[in-house]
Structure formats: C-alpha cells, structure tokens
C-alpha cells in the first residue's frame, strides 16, 4: 500500500474518470482493473466488499466505489482526492460544452437543431432499453409485477405530491423492510 | 441567491434518494428541474444524449449541465459564465456529497446489518419501484416537445421510426459477420444525429 500516494490515487481516478464512458458499472471494471490487477492496492475480496456497499448507498455508484476506495487507502483525505478525480472529467468535458453549446444555438442553429430533432427520438429509445433489463433482473412475478407498473404511471401522471419519484422510493424500502419484519415475526410466532 | 439555495436543496434530493443508478435518476432529475420551469423538456433529452456521449457517471454529467444552464433561464439577471459556473459547481456538489457522507461514516453501520436481511429486504422492496423509475423517465420523454415538435404528422411517423429502430439497436445483439455485436448507444446517438440532419435541415 505504500506507492498509492494521494497524487496517484488522484491521476488515477482522473483517468477513469475521464476514459469511461456509461457511467456505473463500465466503471467499476475499470476501477478493479487499475485498484485491484495493476496497482494491488486492496485485493479482490476487499475490493468487493467496498463494491457491496457502495452499491447499497444513493447517489452515483462511480463516486461512491471511489470514496470507500480512498477512504481504504489514505482515510478521508484520500476520498475525497479519489472523488475529485472521478467527478474532475466529467465536470469540465461537460462545462465546455455547456459553455459553447447553449440552448439558444440547440435551438437557433439549423444544423445543430436538426441533429438533435433526430437524436431526440433515439435517447427515448435508449432509456427504452435498460426498462426491460432492469425488469428482467428485477424477476418480477405476478406479486411484483404491478409496482413497476403503478410507479411508472403515477410519476408520469404529473400531479404534484403523489407524482414525486421520492415518495416511491421510501415507500419501496419500507414496504421491503415491513415485509420482512413481518415475515421474522411470524417465523418467530412458529 | 434564492435561486441557488433551490438548486442545492434539489440536488441534495437527488443525492440522497438516488437509488438504482444514472436511468433510474433521470426521472427524479426531470422531476426537480423540468416541471418548476429550470429547463425545457427539449433541452432535458438533449442533456441525457450529451451525458451519453461524453464519459463520465451521467449523474455529474446531468448536474454540471443543468447547473449551468438554469440560473439563465430562471432569470436573466443570472447570465453570464460565472453564474453558470457557479451552478455547475454547487449542482455537482450537492449531488455527490450526501453519499459521500454516507459512504464514509455508515459503511460499518451498512456491514453490521448486511448479514442481518434488513439490507437485502429494503433493496428487494426498491427493486420493482426501480424499473417503475425508469419506466416513467421514458414515458415522461415520449412527449410531443421530443416527437412532434411543429406538429407536423410526417415528422411524428419519421420520429417514432427513429426511436424503434433505435430500441432494436439498442436492445437486441445485431449478427455481424457470424457473432451477434451489441452497439454502443454513442453509435446510435450519432446514426440517429446524422439522420436527424438529413431529414430535418
């Protein structure tokens, strides 16, 4: 553990940072690539230890393995120094653009507003597509099937309060919570 | 100022209840941005294909552009690259630095109960809302902004066309030359510019 300096921990969560596009999981191959087979900072069952519970926290899963990851080799300084340089990419790559690619020329120039007149339709496509992956390994059965289905179009119904995605995720996680508490007490009832 | 003081509480929002990775976000950020008027609905697709196209968790990429944006569209007194900055840079903090938190100070707390099912069993209640998030994001884009924008009928047909063909591309692994290739949806963003540019300018 003694070559992960904060500067090389730092470049080398830039680089990912900078090299993988997809986000989430494209990601974490990379991070166990570099963290795990190239600099032997933490060995693979520590490394998934730290992946089970970044995945169980909010927010984006990239920051999260890069935070436990820092935090593993050089305490909080080095979380912080491995969270930079995974959000430093992303966020100048994407301030250029926003700089130069502001919503009046999306809208005014003719060759950049009719690219993205035809991109539209196939980023709905796009989000089309990870719909079915997720349900797929989700295993929804007929129980189940019904949640996804009443999220979906409360969310999207638009009507204020009870159309907030927020409130199906608390409920979620209670509703999984109740359910095993409920099922613990009656295992315990038997 | 006030301005700002929102836009953190948003993406704090975002942050702490951003369950189920960058698709099942995107309904939440529509939710925080698009319905008080922060962008357009337009502007919201055309963010989520930049964030595809650049590297980098689309959770930044979604909050760096946003924050840069708004603060002009909510009002005009907030034009001008260092209010844009300024957004870009508290959007992206706020989103990021509840799970930071979290991710350092409750990981024990996370471990301890890990074994216990309470984890597995919040995660298995999360699992179907999930797929019901990502669901509405793509139902909340199915909109006349994005298809039919100068309610032209021949522009609606070639706009679904686009997106099925799109789907299928996306979806289904293309035969090619004896193996089955998935394409990476960078590819199909920049087939589907292309078209937009021949068919549209």
């Known amino acids: 553990m003694n070559n992960s300096s904060l500067?090389?921990?730092?470049?080398?969560?830039?680089?990912?940072?900078?090299?993988?596009?997809?986000?989430?999981?494209?990601?974490?191959?990379?991070?166990?690539?570099?963290?795990?087979?190239?600099?032997?900072?933490?060995?693979?069952?520590?490394?998934?230890?730290?992946?089970?519970?970044?995945?169980?926290?909010?927010?984006?899963?990239?920051?999260?393995?890069?935070?436990?990851?820092?935090?593993?080799?050089?305490?909080?300084?080095?979380?912080?120094?491995?969270?930079?340089?995974?959000?430093?990419?992303?966020?100048?790559?994407?301030?250029?653009?926003?700089?130069?690619?502001?919503?009046?020329?999306?809208?005014?120039?003719?060759?950049?507003?009719?690219?993205?007149?035809?991109?539209?339709?196939?980023?709905?496509?796009?989000?089309?597509?990870?719909?079915?992956?997720?349900?797929?390994?989700?295993?929804?059965?007929?129980?189940?099937?019904?949640?996804?289905?009443?999220?979906?179009?409360?969310?999207?119904?638009?009507?204020?309060?009870?159309?907030?995605?927020?409130?199906?995720?608390?409920?979620?996680?209670?509703?999984?919570?109740?359910?095993?508490?409920?099922?613990?007490?009656?295992?315990?009832?038997? | 100022m006030n301005f700002y003081l929102k836009l953190i509480w948003a993406y704090l929002k975002i942050g702490i209840f951003g369950f189920g990775g960058g698709y099942a976000m995107l309904s939440l950020v529509e939710k925080a941005v698009v319905t008080p008027g922060w962008i357009s609905e337009t502007m919201f697709t055309d963010i989520v294909a930049i964030s595809q196209m650049t590297p980098g968790p689309i959770g930044i990429n979604s909050a760096t552009y946003i924050g840069y944006v708004a603060p002009q569209v909510v009002s005009p007194e907030l034009t001008g690259w260092w209010w844009g900055i300024l957004g870009s840079i508290l959007a992206t903090l706020a989103v990021t630095v509840p799970s930071f938190l979290l991710v350092l100070y409750s990981s024990h707390f996370i471990r301890r109960h890990q074994e216990s099912g309470a984890i597995k069993a919040i995660f298995s209640g999360l699992r179907p809302v999930v797929v019901g998030l990502i669901a509405s994001a793509a139902i909340m884009l199915m909109n006349n902004a994005n298809f039919n924008p100068k309610g032209i009928s021949w522009q609606l047909w070639t706009n679904i066309a686009i997106c099925a063909i799109s789907f299928v591309l996306a979806y289904f692994a293309i035969p090619f030359k004896g193996k089955k290739i998935k394409i990476h949806p960078i590819l199909i963003i920049i087939l589907a510019g292309i078209t937009g540019f021949l068919i549209y300018y």
């Open chain 1, 7 to 190: 500067w090389l921990i730092f470049t080398t969560f830039f680089k990912i940072g900078a090299f993988t596009f997809g986000g989430g999981w494209a990601m974490i191959s990379i991070i166990e690539r570099e963290i795990v087979d190239k600099y032997h900072w933490i060995d693979r069952d520590d490394f998934l230890d730290l992946l089970a519970i970044a995945q169980s926290m909010p927010g984006i899963l990239a920051v999260n393995i890069a935070t436990s990851v820092g935090d593993k080799l050089r305490g909080t300084r080095g979380s912080i120094i491995a969270s930079l340089g995974t959000i430093l990419p992303s966020f100048l790559i994407i301030l250029a653009i926003a700089i130069f690619l502001t919503p009046d020329i999306i809208k005014n120039n003719r060759v950049i507003s009719s690219i993205f007149m035809g991109i539209r339709p196939a980023v709905v496509a796009l989000i089309i597509a990870p719909v079915i992956t997720s349900a797929k390994a989700a295993k929804l059965k007929w129980r189940t099937v019904w949640i996804p289905l009443v999220v979906a179009l409360m969310i999207s119904l638009d009507m204020g309060a009870v159309s907030n995605p927020i409130l199906y995720i608390v409920l979620g996680a209670l509703g999984g919570f109740g359910i095993w508490k409920w099922s613990q007490h009656n295992l315990s009832k038997k």
